[in-house]
């Protein structure tokens, strides 16, 4: 407890706004069906896989979800040797039940900001640092897209648009004030391809956009071979997840209109109406939508309003949730 005090002390004297390992509260403790001394411990509507009897409902869990790097010098050293490459959180599947980060019990309060203390920051994919530029005023870097358990409830009662995650790397192609760019997640390039993704898929929509005056981008997904460890059975590929329009992100049946307009693929949707809970459970695991010559695993879904809209601390109402079988072999 003393090294809790210790960190929670820390965590008021380096106060920051981005809360990444915060102290909850436990929701529910199951016992796993085929794992005698283990228990399911359920936080934030997602849930982790620990040691039978070390937690009850309502115990204080500071909880270290997936996709966080943490300092393995301020964590319990039993923990470290679970870390994935560059001290990652990671997620696997124990017995056949998925278990999504870790947690420590403490009598810290509920609420406490805890990331400063633990060294923790987010994870990010690499990214493609080759030739090229930084943006330029009228070109957006993508949304930091969220996880879903941190924003329980914000989908409540509205339309959605769930589609696949595809494993790859996310590229841009635009028009801006009458010039044509291409990039990559944040930087621009002066060639007319990004990882072998050449512009003219796009051309037509590019431009009759820009015959009009408008400024258009389109946020994809680029995979294939060489690319990440799903490859899809494919040297290249390129799917639309998104696109802004004079500044201003896409109600998605606008754009899906345009993208079959112009003969642009997209990400399989999944699944468009009502949001419901259960929804989240059916659709982040399983198998991947993509075309492919080979089996892949789903990285994960997306999960956003139907008409652009923006909701409390989220933000622009955009989240995703990624499964455990990705998690494990990522």
């Known amino acids: ?24 509260a436990v929701e529910s403790v199951e016992t796993h069906p085929n794992a005698d001394r283990l228990d399911i411990i359920g936080v934030l509507g997602t849930q982790f896989i620990n040691s039978r009897g070390d937690f009850e409902v309502g115990d204080s869990c500071i909880y270290f979800p997936p996709d966080t790097v943490v300092d393995p010098t301020r964590i319990p050293k039993e923990i470290v040797p679970y870390l994935k490459k560059g001290n990652r959180v990671g997620a696997i599947r124990l017995r056949g039940a998925a278990s999504f980060g870790f947690g420590i019990k403490t009598q810290t309060k509920v609420g406490t900001n805890l990331t400063n203390a633990f060294g923790a920051i987010h994870w990010q994919p690499p990214e493609y640092h080759g030739p090229g530029s930084l943006d330029k005023p009228g070109i957006f870097v993508y949304t930091n897209i969220q996880h879903y358990y941190k924003h329980r409830g914000v989908f409540r009662g509205r339309d959605v648009v769930i589609t696949e995650k595809i494993h790859g790397m996310s590229g841009r ?31 037509e929509c590019l431009e009759d956009n820009n ?4 400024n258009l981008t389109l946020y994809g997904e680029i995979f294939g071979k060489g690319i990440q460890f799903l490859d899809y059975g494919v040297s290249r590929g390129f799917k639309v997840f998104d ?33 419901y809970n259960e929804l989240i459970e059916e659709y982040t695991d399983g198998s991947s939508f993509a075309p492919s010559t080979t089996h892949n695993i789903r990285e994960g879904i997306v999960i956003k309003t139907l008409e652009e809209a923006r909701g409390g601390r989220l933000g622009r109402m955009i989240v995703k949730s990624v499964s455990a079988d990705y998690y494990q072999y990522n």
């Not at 005090?5 to 004297?13: A, D, F, S, V």
């Not at 760019?181 to 990004?194: I, K, N």
């Open 243 to 275: 696109a802004m329009l004079n500044g201003k992100y896409m109600d998605w049946p606008e754009l899906a209109a345009m993208c079959k307009r112009y003969d642009i693929p997209v990400v399989p949707v999944l699944y468009e109406g009502r949001f």
């Open 173 to 203: 192609v635009g028009v801006c004030q009458g010039e044509y760019f291409v990039g990559s997640h944040r930087r621009l390039r002066s060639e007319d391809s990004v990882f072998g993704i050449s512009l003219p898929i796009v051309k």
């Open 1 to 24: 407890m003393k090294h809790i005090r210790k960190l929670k002390m820390i965590e008021e004297q380096n106060h920051i706004q981005e809360e990444i390992v915060v102290v909850v």
């Open 211 to 214: 015959a009009m005056g408008f």
